[in-house]
């Protein structure tokens, strides 16, 4: 709950930040299992860092808790660009938090790209009680037409748990 990303944190409503319009508007049908529902693009021109959100709240919840933020920022054709602002984020996590353990940086073919041509570079910082702060690069290869993007993901334990179901 002490770390927003524009101005966002896990444990608010949703309805808090959007409205049940923009929510129903931005929903995305992701998931196999409908334990959450993940909502993106959500833009606000009072965003100062970030393009854009992505949040996941309960499917089932009248309040919208949120349980993953992840803030988004375009990197046109820079991933060296976006690799450089990652370790920026990093530093400022740690100090931020004092006490989380990290995990080393690593880079994998992304699998949404069945070329194998796309990668993606993260690392992060798990907290004691199962929750986790990752940042991500994404260099996309020119056939899949996404922007090179970096992301900033807080996801709760719980949320992590279903990401492992979550597509099958």
């Known amino acids: ?6 101005g966002v944190s896990i444990g608010d409503s949703l309805l808090d930040h959007f409205s049940e319009e923009e929510i129903k508007r931005n929903k995305k049908n992701w998931f196999t299992n409908n334990k959450y529902t993940l909502v993106s693009p959500m833009k606000k021109s009072s965003f100062e860092t970030y393009n854009h959100l992505q949040i996941a709240f309960k499917t089932n919840d009248s309040k919208k808790i949120i349980f993953a933020i992840d803030g988004i920022i375009k990197y046109v054709d820079d991933y060296q660009g976006c690799l450089k602002q990652m370790d920026v984020v990093s530093k400022s996590i740690e100090k931020f938090f004092k006490n989380l353990k990290k995990f080393d940086k690593y880079t994998f073919k992304h699998s949404y790209d069945k070329t194998g041509k796309s990668v993606q ?5 798990d907290f004691d009680n199962g929750d986790k702060i990752s940042i991500s690069c994404q260099d996309w290869a020119k056939e899949i037409k996404f922007s090179d993007s970096l992301f900033i993901e807080l996801r709760t334990k719980d949320y992590m748990q279903f990401l492992k179901t979550a597509y099958e």
């Open 121 to 125: 570079t993260t690392e992060g910082y």
């Open 1 to 6: 709950r002490d770390f927003q990303v524009e």
